[in-house]
C-alpha cells in the first residue's frame, strides 16, 4: 500500500505495479550511495548546528548512515523498488535502523535539491578520474614524442603526402587537444561544484538553515544563489557531456590514425597484442580494435549529449520527473570516456613505430616540393613562378619515377638556372623539418621544448 511510501499521507491506494518500477530510478541511482550518504552527514551536521536536531540526534543519525555505508558495500543492503530511488532506500533503512530519529533527517531538504547535490558531488568526483587519466595519456605521448622527435614521416592533407614532419611533432598536437580538454573540465567543475542544498522542493525551507555551514562540510564553493534554478537546471551535466563529446571527438580522430597506421598499407606502427585481437576465420589477422571501438564509442557520447539537452528544452521551472532522465546518459558518458581514455593511456607506452617504413612514405610524394619553392623564393623568384617551376620539376619526377631529391643537380638546373648544389640541404627530409624552426613548427629543436614545457606542466 501507498501507505508503506515516505510520501504516502494523502494516498488512498497503492501504486500501480507497473507505474511503481516504471517510475523508479533505484536501478540506475543506487550509484550514487557514497554520495547521497556524504551529503545527509553533512545536513544532518547543519541540522544540529542550528538546533534542529539535538547533538545526540545528529550522532545517531551519523553512525546509521556509517552503518549502512558499510552494508552497501559490503552487499548487504536490499535495495527496494517500491522505496523509487536512492534518497529513500536510504533514509528508509536509517529509519529501520535508528528508529523516530531516522525521519528528521529530512528536516529543511527535499529530494529535489538532495538529488541535485549528489549528481553534482559524484560528477565532481569523477571530473578527478577523468583528468587523471588525461595526464596519464598525455604522459605517454609526451614519452613517445622524446622517443621519436627525429623520427619523419609524411604529414598529410586531404590524406595525400604533404610535407615532412616529426613523429614528435604528431604526438604533440594529440597532446595539445587533450590539454585543452583538460582545461575545459577544470572550467566545467567550477559549476558543478555549487551546492543545491537549501533550495528543498523548489523555494527554500522556513527552517534557519546554514547553507554557507553545509557547503564548507561540503567542499562546495558556495551555494547555489536560487533555489528554482539550483533544483531544475541540469546545465552542468550538459556542459560536462559536451566536454566529453569533445574528447571523444579527439580519440576518434585519434583512432582513425592509429587504425590507417597500423594497416600493412601503411605500416607506420605496431600496435601491441595485447591491445588486439584475431579474426575466428581468417588466421592472419591482428585487427585494431581498441582504436576502432573508441571511434565507435563518440557515438554513444554523441546521442547522450542530445538526450540531456532534449530531456531539459521544454522543461518549466522547477524540478520536473523528467530530470530522472539525466542519470543513464551522464553515467554512460562517464564510463565511456573513463573506459576510452584508460585504453588509451595503457596502449600509448607500447605503441611501436617503424621508421623506415614511415620514411619511404615520406620519399613517395614529393614532400619536399615546398621546401624547393621557398629554395627559389630566398634566391630572388616570386613564389608564383617558383611554384610553377617546381610543378615542372615534380611532372618529371613522376615521369622517372625520382623523388626530388633523387635528381642531379644538372637535371634540377634544367628547370631554373638559380639553383646550385645547396639545394640538397632543403630538399632532403631532415633539412626540410629542421627549416621550420619556429614556435610551434615541426623542427626537432622545437618539438623538444614543447616536449620540456609539457614534462615541466605534467
Ligand atoms: N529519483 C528522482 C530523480 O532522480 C529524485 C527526485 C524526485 N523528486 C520528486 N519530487 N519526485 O530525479
Not at 541535485?116 to 587519466?133: F, K, S, V, Y
Not at 580538454?181 to 558543478?192: F, G, M, N, P
Not at 615521369?399 to 630538399?427: H, R, Y
Request: proline share 3%; net charge negative; glycine share 6%.
Amino acid at each position: 500500500m501507498s501507505k508503506d511510501k515516505p510520501w504516502g499521507g494523502r494516498f488512498s491506494e497503492a501504486t500501480d505495479a507497473f507505474v511503481e518500477a516504471f517510475t523508479a530510478s533505484i536501478e540506475f541511482d543506487k550509484r550514487l550511495y557514497k554520495h547521497d550518504i556524504q551529503g545527509s552527514v553533512a545536513h544532518a551536521s547543519m541540522l544540529a548546528k542550528v538546533g534542529l536536531l539535538t547533538q545526540d540526534e545528529a550522532d545517531a543519525i551519523h553512525a546509521g548512515l556509517a552503518e549502512i555505508l558499510v552494508d552497501i558495500e559490503a552487499g548487504n543492503f536490499q535495495w527496494s523498488v517500491s522505496l523509487e530511488d536512492i534518497h529513500m532506500n536510504i533514509e528508509a533503512r536509517l529509519t529501520d535502523k535508528i528508529g523516530i530519529t531516522g525521519k528528521k533527517l529530512h528536516t529543511g531538504r527535499s529530494r529535489n535539491d538532495q538529488v541535485a547535490t549528489d549528481i553534482r558531488l559524484w560528477l565532481r568526483d569523477e571530473i578527478e578520474l577523468i583528468q587523471a587519466e588525461i595526464r596519464r595519456l598525455q604522459a605517454g605521448l609526451v614519452q613517445l614524442a622524446a622517443q621519436e622527435v627525429d623520427t619523419i614521416l609524411p604529414g598529410f592533407t586531404h590524406l595525400q603526402v604533404a610535407q615532412p614532419i616529426t613523429f614528435g611533432h604528431h604526438m604533440m598536437a594529440w597532446y595539445e587537444m587533450l590539454q585543452r580538454d583538460y582545461e575545459r573540465l577544470t572550467d566545467c567543475a567550477k559549476r558543478v561544484n555549487i551546492m543545491p542544498l537549501g533550495a528543498a522542493a523548489l523555494a527554500g525551507t522556513t527552517y534557519p538553515i546554514d547553507r554557507q555551514y553545509t557547503a564548507e562540510l561540503l567542499g562546495f564553493s558556495r551555494p547555489a544563489n536560487n533555489s528554482l534554478d539550483a533544483v531544475s537546471d541540469r546545465d552542468f551535466a550538459i556542459e560536462f557531456t559536451a566536454a566529453a563529446t569533445l574528447i571523444m571527438t579527439h580519440l576518434s580522430r585519434f583512432s582513425e590514425e592509429l587504425v590507417l597506421w597500423a594497416s600493412a598499407q601503411f605500416g607506420f606502427i605496431n600496435l601491441p597484442d595485447r591491445f588486439c585481437t584475431g579474426s575466428s576465420i581468417m588466421p592472419q589477422k591482428k585487427n585494431p580494435d581498441v582504436p576502432e571501438l573508441v571511434r565507435g564509442k563518440t557515438g554513444r557520447v554523441n546521442g547522450n549529449l542530445i538526450a540531456l539537452l532534449t530531456l531539459m528544452k521544454s522543461q518549466p521551472l522547477a524540478y520536473n520527473k523528467d530530470n530522472q532522465e539525466d542519470k543513464e546518459p551522464l553515467f554512460d558518458t562517464v564510463d565511456t570516456l573513463l573506459g576510452s581514455l584508460r585504453a588509451f593511456a595503457d596502449m600509448m607506452p607500447y605503441v611501436e613505430t617503424n621508421k623506415a617504413n614511415m620514411r619511404r612514405a615520406a620519399m613517395q610524394g614529393f614532400s619536399t616540393a615546398t621546401d624547393l619553392a621557398d629554395y627559389l623564393v630566398v634566391k630572388g623568384l616570386p613564389f608564383r613562378d617558383a611554384h610553377e617551376i617546381v610543378g615542372k620539376a615534380v611532372a618529371y619526377g613522376v615521369e622517372t619515377g625520382k623523388d626530388l631529391s633523387e635528381m642531379s643537380l644538372q637535371a634540377l638546373q634544367e628547370f631554373s638556372g638559380m639553383i646550385t648544389n645547396d639545394v640538397f640541404d632543403v630538399l632532403t627530409l631532415e633539412g626540410s623539418v629542421a627549416a621550420r624552426n619556429h614556435l610551434g613548427g615541426t623542427a626537432p629543436e622545437q618539438v623538444r621544448l614543447r616536449i620540456a614545457e609539457a614534462k615541466a606542466l605534467l
